[in-house]
């Protein structure tokens, strides 16, 4: 079911410039549960696979459900623009971090600064969302299988084919 | 549900300030996360989730229930999870148009106007909240107290003896005590799903006798759905200037532009709110509100005003009866009688709408119209100039409606609308449930013929 593909250097490109995510999981009952992300990057050794960033206490709920069955779901939006994507797989798991996810959390935080300036959001106020302390910031690594143009209009949700634009 | 955190202290987050995420599971298991445009309280017990569009999450909460969403304050950052079940889907009446409206905000706010479309308000039943850990700012510094405000308000209600007093006293107490400086109180005319403004403050003009149909703008919707509207954000398909000429140009009244008194109001208001005004299950009125700041009405103001008026309806209804004998107000002095040597004020009225016309230019129509036309001809053939509001009531000239037929409320509009025009010709109280015509010059009375405008 994995493909190789699905993760296109423009997916890839896109998804990586620091958005604003959410990530979801559902566990064995049914019962879809979410966190806000704080960050993405490709896996250095895996290009197929990312690595999302979570603050640990917040996703306890997120964690829990991947640890019984991997499933996941992203949903990653521009503010300003409103262009929105979801990726789905089948094999996340919580992974040690590295220095380089650790190093990625302010860049991040730094350009969802300028991003929600934007629109108004003030500074105080999205450094209080995105704050985590390093050692709460954990790592969850997975292989997109499947994407979704989610941009607000009638064609939101439509599964985008590999290498497809992006909405 | 848990005792500490209630819907109730977190409507904040239920603005539509800030998105909240979505997470919903396919019947296979497989999650699905996507971003609300709208999450609105309904109750402590329930959110309304927009529906816009079909999709996998529209799939998802008919097969599974089961969703949770990720919501936050748009003042601390703070974020809450809300275990939520879908209960069903409404696609018309008082919650879906309050969605509708809060939606156009929304919409324009965030630059998706055109592309927002509600299809339905979905219901759900929240079954858990979790405070999801995590930094936040302080909260803001509190705003003055509304719960005394609207106590002041209502001990000021409680003493008016007249409607006229009434509507005056509201309007102050707005001003003074909730620091409401945009408002407009408007008489519902059932038998002609129309409002008309009876008082305004902090126009240019007073807009005495203006109407707005029912359903039209957020003052209409209110009135139709009898349910408070409120957009705290610019929304231009709900802006007057916008929404009344479009319905007019389209319709059958293209042609009577001209002949209608111009509604005041703000020409884009970033904050609106319409409260109807009720006895019973009667509509009395619509209180509408506006602001050129955003969000200068929160569900607190909304809840304030919604009180105000639930004290208000009653008071309207019962001083409507009541001012017939007493109102409670001297009796103006009378005016000499008419320069005789004047030009003659040229008065024609149009029997088939009640429109009025002096030297030419529109003034009123409807019932206010055929009450001073009804006047007027008795002045010409009597000489009367003193009324009772009694003998008013039993005129079958003025075609009120038998019940609730808001004689007092179009005899203020009336008398209003002909001191705004600073008309030769005014209404004015002579005491004891008696009004009178005072005339600056003498009158030529011409009906019919060929409609002006």
Not at chain 2, 58 to 66: M, S
Not at chain 2, 362 to 383: F, R, T
Request: one cysteine or more; hydrophobic letters at 45%; proline letters at 7%.
């Amino acid at each position: 079911m994995t493909s190789p593909t699905v993760l296109t250097p423009a997916l890839a490109d896109f998804v990586t410039s620091h958005l604003s995510i959410h990530l979801a999981a559902s566990d064995d009952r049914g019962i879809a549960t979410l966190v806000r992300g704080l960050g993405c990057r490709r896996d250095p050794t895996t290009a197929s696979r990312l690595r999302m960033l979570v603050a640990a206490p917040q996703a306890e709920p997120v964690l829990r459900a991947l640890a019984t069955n991997g499933r996941i779901a992203v949903v990653f939006s521009e503010p300003e623009s409103h262009r929105t994507v979801q990726l789905k797989g089948h094999d996340a798991h919580r992974v040690e971090r590295d220095p380089d996810d650790t190093a990625l959390l302010a860049p991040y935080i730094n350009t969802m600064v300028s991003r929600l300036a934007t629109v108004g959001t003030p500074e105080a106020f999205v450094r209080a969302l995105l704050h985590c302390p390093t050692e709460a910031l954990c790592i969850v690594r997975f292989t997109p299988d499947e994407v979704f143009g989610q941009t607000p209009g009638p064609q939101a949700g439509q599964r985008l084919a590999t290498g497809s634009a992006l909405p | 549900m848990n005792t500490v955190l209630n819907l109730d202290s977190l409507r904040s987050c239920l603005e539509g300030i800030l998105p909240a995420g979505l997470a919903t599971c396919a019947p296979d298991g497989t999650p699905n996360v996507t971003y609300v445009s709208q999450l609105m309280y309904v109750d402590p017990e329930h959110v309304a989730l927009s529906f816009q569009f079909f999709n996998k999450t529209r799939e998802n909460i008919l097969a599974n229930p089961h969703a949770t969403v990720l919501m936050m304050d748009p003042d601390t950052a703070a974020r809450y999870r809300l275990s939520i079940r879908y209960l069903r889907t409404e696609t018309a009446g008082p919650l879906f148009e309050r969605m509708k409206a809060t939606l156009a905000g929304i919409a324009s706010h965030t630059g998706m106007a055109g592309v927002f479309r509600l299809r339905g308000a979905d219901i759900y039943r929240v079954l858990a909240i979790e405070a999801v850990p995590g930094h936040s700012l302080p909260p803001p510094v509190a705003r003055a107290p509304l719960l005394p405000a609207l106590r002041r308000s209502v001990d000021a209600l409680a003493g008016c003896r007249s409607l006229e007093h009434l509507i005056d006293t509201l309007a102050q107490c707005l001003e003074r005590h909730f620091g409401i400086t945009h408002q407009m109180l408007l008489m519902a005319d059932a038998t002609r799903q129309r409002l008309y403004i009876v008082a305004s403050r902090g126009y240019a003009s007073s807009g005495a006798g203006a109407e707005i149909p029912y359903g039209v703008g957020v003052i209409g919707v209110a009135a139709r759905e009898q349910t408070p509207i409120r957009i705290i954000f610019p929304a231009a398909e709900y802006a007057y200037s916008r929404a009344i000429r479009e319905q007019l140009e389209g319709g059958e009244l293209a042609d009577r532009l001209e002949a209608s008194i111009p509604l005041p109001g703000l020409p884009d208001p970033s904050s609106q709110l319409a409260v109807p005004v009720r006895a019973g299950d009667r509509l009395m009125a619509v209180l509408y509100v506006e602001s050129d700041q955003q969000y200068r009405f929160d569900y607190d103001m909304e809840d304030a005003l919604v009180a105000l008026c639930a004290m208000l309806g009653p008071c309207m209804c019962a001083l409507q009866f009541e001012a017939l004998d007493d109102d409670g107000t001297p009796a103006t002095p009378a005016r000499p009688p008419p320069d005789a040597a004047a030009p003659p004020l040229r008065v024609r009225y149009f029997a088939q709408d009640g429109s009025i016309f002096l030297d030419d230019t529109y003034l009123i129509k409807g019932v206010a119209g055929s009450i001073l036309w009804a006047l007027l001809q008795d002045h010409e053939a009597l000489g009367r100039c003193e009324f009772s509001k009694r003998e008013l009531r039993l005129d079958p000239r003025l075609r009120l409606p038998e019940v609730a037929d808001n004689l007092d409320a179009r005899l203020i509009l009336l008398s209003r609308r002909l001191a705004d025009r600073e008309a030769d010709l005014r209404i004015e109280k002579a005491g004891r449930g008696r009004i009178r015509l005072a005339l600056a010059r003498p009158v030529s009375l011409i009906a019919g013929g060929v409609q002006a405008a």
